[in-house]
């Protein structure tokens, strides 16, 4: 008997017992667009943070203190507070750096009128909207000249704007923040939010302004660097490591006492991240395409005891063990091949309502598609094999003999 | 002339649980072509055992088979599907048509399963549903059709890979007696033609449509006669029917 012949037998069984084929495949069919929704909410997340990553700023490097040991436990990240604004100056002279905004940050309560708010104060230098990729929307940015100068300026960001001043330009307007008069210089434009923290939501001051007057330490949170262009960035991370080894009067065989990434390992890190999500995910949905695998041997083995009748008949008038074999097995291929295009259908859908309804972001590839249409191809093949194997090895007297 | 069936010191036996049952105890039977045998006993007989052996459906424990010279004993299960495919015709006595599926569709799977070519197969069957009186019912499905109706596809069906025996286990025993004559003289005008028909049956009034019959009793053969007084079936008026 012809594959084809086998296809048509199978298409025309399943057709025969409609509502149990659609129960069977609807297994199948959950599986595979979960894995099809689930890989496209993954890679759609990862490609968002990796763009979000890149936004930050550009050939950014960040120097942040070293982590204090004490007994040889250590301390962890930010134990230390190595990095003054002397570290910052000495930065700058070099020529494979661009920018260097060295950052402060505390929480600050701002006072307009009869309006307050509270929101992240950051001081850093002039090279701020340089380094970090952000550009200022309305007004300008402060200059080196006030930072120096220690002027009372403050640039804010689209959140602080719209719940301070409700609708009135904030420019040129004077404010409170932790009770020191500050002006109004200018306004962000507006980056969203990447992950937990909004990027709207914060008020840029002069890094000088900062230390003297609101925070009152010496040392610098961070320092973010911007290499003067990508192929620079090996040399930039050099020149940081060995103008603040020397800022720090650390002897050759000392361990830096500070730390620098570069934009690349944070974007690894989260890419990791984000990869062990959608390995975790899809892992989740895989297994529920097996336990649609399971239904399908359910429902094939009971179709083989329910047609065990029909085997007799056709074993009787010549059907060889080979082609009960496959027309069984085609039967459950069939059955979980379609599922598995309908599941396609779906997890598509599903994925492009998700995009379209909530702010995550999906990316629908070619690659999870094949994979889930070979899956449902495969399921069908090994757990049709059983059910098959047992009808065709059934007698035909017996076989005949069944009621 | 050659016989198509001979069998010689058949043996057959079955354990079931710890109980050992001698279904056939050394049978020896042959069957000439063109003969119309009716195999007759009680049930336990081995009449039923017989006709499994005959048609291919289950192997003798000892003895030798021969059908049309092919030594069937020694077949293996895939060779026995051929067997059955070319040289049995298989008239079953609740039809054992597929449901679902229309006369035509029944009556090709032997073919299909032969290997023939789609449009010689749909040929073939309409040819041999013409031959039973059924070229009006083509495409009815098995539960559209009434029993005699049904079982003349199955005739159809039995016949369409020009098979060398037709074998018929009870072919009227789900049909009414006007029924069951029409049957019977399908057969009957199939044997006239020449085709070989062996008939299980335990109604005696069935088995005088035969030429010969065979009695068993407890898996032996008790008696083998000519059928003196045989029961022909008029077939004026449906001769066009049966070519």
Known sequence: ?403 | MKPVIQIEELRKQYVIGDQEIYALRGVSLSIEVGDFVAIMGPSGSGKSSMMNVIGCLDKPTSGEFFLDGYPVSQAHDDELAVIRNQKIGFVFQNFNLLPRTTAVENVELPLLYGGTPARERREKAIRALTSVGLAERLNNKPNELSGGQQQRVSIARALVNDPVILLADEPTGALDTKTSEEIMGIFQKLNDAGKTVILVTHEPDIAEYAKRIVRFRDGQIIADEVVEDRRRVSMEGRADELS
């Open chain 1, 1 to 403: 008997m012809s594959f084809l012949e086998c296809v048509r037998i199978s298409f025309r069984s399943i057709r025969a017992n409609g509502l149990r084929s659609v129960l069977t495949m609807l297994g199948i069919i959950i599986g595979v667009a979960a894995v099809i929704a689930m890989v496209a909410i993954g890679e759609g997340t990862s490609t968002s943070v990796a763009s979000q990553i890149n936004g930050l700023g550009s050939n950014l490097l960040i120097v942040t203190p070293g982590q204090a040991t004490q007994g040889r436990v250590s301390l962890g990240a930010g134990s230390l507070n190595t990095l003054t604004m002397a570290d910052a100056e000495a930065l700058m002279q070099k020529e494979s750096i661009s920018g260097v905004a060295p950052s402060v940050n505390t929480r600050g309560q701002i006072v307009w009128g009869s309006n307050n708010y509270s929101s992240m104060l950051e001081g850093t230098s002039a090279d701020f909207p340089q380094v970090r990729n952000v550009e200022v929307g309305q007004g300008r940015f402060f200059s080196n000249f006030e930072v120096k100068m220690q002027y009372n300026v403050a640039v804010v960001g689209t959140e602080v704007v719209s719940n301070l001043f409700k609708g009135a330009n904030p420019v040129g307007q004077t404010v409170q923040i932790n009770r020191i008069p500050f002006t109004i210089i200018g306004v962000l434009q507006s980056q969203g939010s990447s992950g937990m923290t909004n990027n709207d939501d914060r008020i840029i001051i002069p890094i000088t302004t900062a230390m003297n007057r609101l925070t009152g330490g010496k040392n610098v949170g961070s320092i973010y660097v911007s290499a003067a262009s990508p192929d620079l960035m090996e040399k930039a991370q050099q020149d940081i490591q060995q103008a603040l080894r020397a800022n720090h009067k650390l002897r050759p065989q000392a361990a830096d006492d500070f730390r620098i990434t570069s934009q690349s390992d944070i974007l690894s890190t989260a890419q990791s991240v984000s990869s062990s999500m959608t390995a975790l995910l899809s892992g989740i949905a895989a297994i529920s395409l097996i336990v649609g695998g399971i239904g399908v041997m359910n429902i094939m083995l009971v179709s083989v005891t329910e047609r065990t009748r029909e085997i007799g008949i056709r074993k009787a008038i010549g059907a060889k063990r080979g082609d009960i074999l496959r027309q069984f097995l085609i039967e459950a291929v069939t059955l979980s091949l379609i599922g598995g295009v309908i599941g396609i259908a779906l997890g598509v859908g599903a994925a492009f309502l998700v995009s379209k309804f909530s702010q995550m972001a999906t990316s629908i590839s070619l690659s999870p598609i094949m994979y889930a249409f070979l899956t449902s191809t495969l399921v069908g093949v090994i757990f049709g094999v059983y059910p098959a194997r047992k009808a065709a090895q059934l007698k035909p007297i017996d076989a005949l003999r069944y009621e």
